[in-house]
């Protein structure tokens, strides 16, 4: 009930940018609502954020603040005339195409999901394990912005503000910390949340590639390619086994989507697009963001009205709100698309100055990014050059990670390269192009440069606190940028088309086992054989529920309980902040959840609380608790195989440890 209760929370929500996409491309193309309904979640996310920042975060102030973003945009959109930018006529056939790439969206992203923690009849619950290392943490970041602080907390260090970009969240927040119970349910909000940023996703590359190439199935090809046959990997790891007489299946037990990484020559690690749709929705509400704004600029060219411009600007806010470098990103490559339109225009000073209005609404933004404190010495943090993993075999890594894709890619550019002089383009291209001859000599820039740009970052740049996530974002603006040029081969005249369509071919049947594969094995809850970083399948016993509901439900909000998390490594090392919703005095995050912080202080932090668990001094073990404010103490089976000979004291010891909850595996002390 509560996901069916939260569906229509989230599209309420994206119905406050309804009215800048209908001044944008009007209400009856879908353009209009496409891209209202992205700058919708971007509006709604501030409209929460200022209850929150006041002080007066609750149901009936989170409607009101809804309510009044929406009132002043509808007010400024009618003073608008509409539509602000002229797009070719969008047809049944395109509504047919744009349907199948939200066909095969949810086909991708839901199973996943589905799986996501499901339980057995014993009461245990399943989580694969990259699904710890993503959703499961979200479920912990959401639960502290639902506490409503400000600044949040860092549930991993809890003296410490949370030093991420967390405005993508606040929705999912404001939701499981104002409808009844929602705090029970705060894994079904963000599945409901992903799923429906996934179809946002694949509809703003959808978008972008019709406006860069306006022709249906090849922008329906170019967006199916690129979500699900990026990657060679998978082929190649079918190819390896069969070689070396190793069982096709042992494939489960496979990072399939990162061979480039896990085999040699170790490479850069480059994720296809189906991960974002399961473990990183922020970055995706980024990257729809960004390509909504890059529609805008070239759809209209830089001679686009002030007003498509300053909506273009607030898209690159929204996208910088959600992931401040991904938002750079994008505006740096619509701002060099600017550029080269007006070079070409001869009236370069006049068409750059005026898009310069567009610089203010992300300034603000990266403004309220360093006031919310989301990006505390992220700067120093940037490496520049060709360093570490991107020197090992980076042509190799690349036609592994991205090979199929960008080999379509490259046949478009090749197309789209002016013919030569004396030539003709055939009756059929133009006649295609009709109404569109304008921007139809400069549509490609955008999209060629947001691609140019990504290899850049992906080779020459990256982040010495997580040393492959420049690496995950560049690849997949990268392949957020093919799918427009894939297109424009697709829909070339002469004897282009032919060429494109069988490398798509090709490409396609060599690029979908990989994601084929990474579906079947991300919704996989049997295997529970061992990977690199613990079991493929992690286990929440029903024992731990039944501790882990306790502390929910009887302990206050912002209580500090601690587990240790060096016994624990990869596998639960979010449970007590996911799963019980509290914050620790200490743990090992393995997100950038912490910041760029010197990760100095977890590891002092956690060795104190080693030190509490195995120490047979109660006394001891008491001081190190009260120094770090812990009140409530956890042990279950992890705790005890690590610190067999420190357990007697929490029991002996009542006037220091008072025993609350207790089961056959876990118990629970409070600090006196």
Same mark, same amino acid.
């Given at each position: 009930m509560?996901?069916?209760?939260?569906i229509?929370i989230?599209?309420?929500?994206?119905?406050?940018?309804?009215?800048?996409?209908?001044?944008l491309?009007?209400?009856?193309?879908?353009?209009g609502?496409?891209?209202g309904?992205?700058i919708?979640y971007?509006l709604?996310?501030?409209?929460?954020?200022?209850?929150?920042?006041?002080?007066?975060?609750?149901?009936?102030?989170?409607?009101?603040?809804?309510?009044?973003?929406e009132?002043?945009?509808?007010? *400024?959109a009618r003073?608008?005339?509409?539509p602000?930018? &002229?797009?070719?006529?969008?047809?049944?056939?395109d509504?047919t195409?744009l349907? =199948?790439?939200?066909?095969?969206?949810?086909? #991708? %992203?839901?199973?996943?999901?589905?799986?996501?923690?499901?339980?057995?009849?014993a009461?245990?619950?399943?989580?694969r394990?990259?699904?710890?290392?993503d959703?499961?943490?979200?479920?912990?970041?959401?639960?502290?912005?639902?506490?409503?602080?400000?600044?949040?907390? &860092?549930?991993?260090?809890?003296h410490?503000?949370?030093?991420?970009?967390?405005?993508?969240?606040l929705?999912?927040?404001?939701? *499981?910390?104002?409808?009844? &119970?929602g705090?029970?349910?705060?894994?079904? #909000?963000?599945?409901?949340? /992903?799923?429906?940023?996934?179809?946002l996703?694949?509809?703003?590359?959808?978008?972008?590639?019709?406006?860069?190439?306006?022709?249906?199935?090849?922008?329906?090809?170019?967006?199916?390619?690129?979500?699900?046959?990026?990657?060679?990997?998978?082929v190649?790891?079918?190819?390896?086994f069969?070689?070396?007489?190793?069982?096709?299946? +042992?494939?489960?037990?496979? &990072?399939?989507d990162?061979?480039s990484?896990?085999?040699?020559?170790?490479?850069?690690?480059?994720?296809?697009?189906?991960? =974002?749709?399961?473990?990183?929705?922020?970055?995706?509400?980024s990257?729809?963001?960004g390509?909504?704004?890059l529609?805008?600029?070239?759809?209209a060219?830089?001679?686009?009205?002030? /007003?498509?411009?300053v909506i273009?600007?607030?898209?690159?806010?929204?996208?910088?709100?959600?992931?401040?470098?991904?938002g750079?990103?994008?505006?740096?490559v619509?701002?060099?698309?600017? $550029?080269?339109?007006?070079?070409r225009?001869?009236?370069?000073?006049?068409r750059?100055?005026?898009?310069?209005?567009? $610089?203010?609404?992300?300034?603000?933004?990266?403004?309220? =990014?360093?006031r919310?404190?989301?990006?505390? !010495? *992220?700067?120093?943090?940037?490496?520049?050059?060709?360093?570490?993993? %991107? @020197?090992?075999?980076p042509?190799?890594?690349?036609?592994?990670?991205?090979?199929p894709?960008?080999?379509?890619?490259?046949?478009?550019?090749? %197309?789209?390269?002016?013919p030569?002089?004396?030539?003709?383009?055939s009756?059929?291209? @133009?006649?295609?192009l009709?109404?569109?001859?304008?921007?139809?000599?400069?549509r490609?820039?955008?999209?060629?440069?947001l691609?140019?740009?990504?290899?850049?970052l992906?080779?020459?740049?990256?982040?010495?606190?997580?040393?492959?996530?420049?690496?995950?974002?560049?690849?997949?603006?990268?392949?957020?940028?093919?799918?427009?040029?894939? %297109?424009?081969?697709?829909?070339? /005249?002469?004897?282009?088309?032919p060429?494109? #369509?069988?490398?798509?071919?090709?490409?396609?049947?060599?690029?979908?086992?990989?994601?084929?594969?990474?579906?079947?094995?991300?919704?996989?809850?049997?295997?529970?054989?061992?990977?690199?970083?613990?079991?493929?399948?992690?286990?929440?016993?029903? +024992?731990?529920?039944? !501790?882990?509901?306790?502390?929910r439900?009887?302990?206050?909000?912002?209580?500090?309980?601690?587990?240790d998390?060096l016994a624990?490594?990869?596998?639960?090392?979010?449970l007590?902040?996911?799963?019980?919703?509290?914050?620790?005095?200490?743990?090992?995050p393995i997100?950038?959840?912490?910041?760029?912080?010197?990760?100095?202080?977890?590891? +002092?932090?956690s060795?104190?609380?080693?030190?509490?668990?195995?120490?047979?001094?109660?006394?001891?073990?008491?001081? #190190?608790?009260?120094?770090?404010?812990?009140?409530y103490?956890?042990?279950?089976?992890?705790?005890r195989?690590?610190?067999?000979?420190?357990? *007697?004291?929490?029991? /002996?010891?009542?006037? @220091?440890?008072?025993?609350?909850?207790?089961?056959?595996?876990?118990?629970i002390?409070?600090v006196?």
């Amino acid at each position: 009930m509560i996901a069916v209760l939260y569906i229509a929370i989230y599209a309420i929500a994206l119905i406050a940018g309804l009215p800048l996409g209908f001044a944008l491309f009007g209400r009856r193309h879908p353009a209009g609502w496409i891209c209202g309904a992205v700058i919708g979640y971007a509006l709604t996310a501030f409209a929460i954020w200022l209850p929150i920042d006041v002080g007066r975060a609750s149901g009936v102030p989170f409607d009101l603040a809804w309510m009044a973003t929406e009132l002043l945009v509808f007010l *400024a959109a009618r003073q608008i005339p509409s539509p602000l930018v &002229n797009l070719p006529a969008w047809t049944r056939r395109d509504s047919t195409a744009l349907l =199948c790439v939200v066909l095969l969206t949810l086909a #991708i %992203a839901v199973p996943p999901f589905i799986r996501a923690g499901a339980s057995d009849a014993a009461g245990n619950r399943y989580y694969r394990a990259y699904f710890t290392a993503d959703f499961v943490w979200h479920e912990a970041l959401t639960s502290e912005l639902a506490k409503f602080a400000s600044p949040p907390r &860092n549930p991993y260090l809890a003296h410490r503000p949370i030093h991420y970009y967390w405005t993508y969240f606040l929705l999912p927040a404001a939701a *499981a910390g104002s409808l009844p &119970n929602g705090m029970d349910h705060v894994e079904a #909000i963000l599945k409901v949340n /992903a799923v429906g940023t996934a179809l946002l996703f694949a509809s703003a590359i959808f978008l972008f590639a019709w406006t860069v190439a306006p022709r249906a199935w090849p922008v329906a090809a170019g967006v199916m390619m690129a979500i699900l046959s990026s990657s060679a990997e998978g082929v190649y790891a079918l190819w390896r086994f069969r070689q070396r007489g190793v069982p096709l299946g +042992e494939v489960r037990n496979l &990072n399939i989507d990162a061979l480039s990484n896990w085999w040699p020559p170790h490479g850069l690690r480059i994720d296809g697009l189906q991960r =974002c749709f399961w473990w990183v929705p922020q970055h995706s509400m980024s990257y729809a963001l960004g390509l909504i704004a890059l529609a805008v600029t070239t759809a209209a060219g830089s001679g686009a009205p002030l /007003a498509a411009i300053v909506i273009a600007g607030l898209a690159l806010a929204g996208a910088a709100m959600m992931n401040p470098f991904v938002g750079g990103v994008f505006s740096l490559v619509w701002g060099l698309t600017v $550029v080269v339109d007006a070079a070409r225009s001869g009236d370069f000073v006049r068409r750059v100055l005026r898009h310069a209005v567009a $610089v203010v609404p992300v300034a603000l933004a990266i403004l309220w =990014c360093v006031r919310n404190q989301m990006v505390e !010495g *992220a700067g120093g943090a940037l490496q520049f050059g060709w360093l570490g993993e %991107a @020197r090992n075999g980076p042509v190799w890594t690349l036609m592994l990670s991205l090979g199929p894709v960008l080999v379509a890619a490259v046949v478009g550019v090749l %197309a789209r390269l002016p013919p030569e002089r004396g030539s003709h383009e055939s009756l059929e291209s @133009r006649r295609s192009l009709r109404g569109f001859r304008l921007q139809a000599e400069v549509r490609p820039a955008a999209p060629l440069l947001l691609a140019f740009v990504a290899l850049l970052l992906m080779y020459f740049v990256r982040l010495d606190v997580d040393r492959a996530w420049v690496g995950f974002r560049a690849g997949q603006i990268f392949l957020v940028a093919a799918p427009a040029l894939i %297109a424009c081969g697709l829909s070339a /005249a002469g004897p282009w088309r032919p060429v494109s #369509i069988a490398v798509a071919i090709v490409a396609a049947a060599i690029g979908a086992p990989t994601t084929i594969i990474d579906t079947y094995n991300a919704q996989d809850i049997s295997n529970f054989t061992q990977s690199p970083n613990g079991p493929w399948t992690v286990t929440v016993t029903a +024992e731990e529920q039944q !501790g882990l509901d306790w502390l929910r439900r009887q302990t206050p909000a912002d209580a500090i309980v601690q587990m240790d998390p060096l016994a624990r490594e990869r596998s639960t090392w979010s449970l007590i902040p996911s799963l019980a919703q509290r914050r620790m005095a200490a743990g090992r995050p393995i997100s950038l959840l912490g910041g760029t912080q010197n990760d100095s202080e977890y590891g +002092e932090r956690s060795a104190r609380v080693k030190t509490m668990y195995a120490t047979p001094d109660a006394q001891a073990a008491a001081d #190190i608790a009260r120094a770090l404010r812990i009140d409530y103490i956890w042990i279950d089976r992890t705790e005890r195989t690590a610190y067999p000979s420190g357990m *007697a004291k929490f029991d /002996a010891d009542a006037g @220091r440890f008072a025993s609350v909850f207790r089961n056959n595996e876990v118990s629970i002390y409070r600090v006196r």
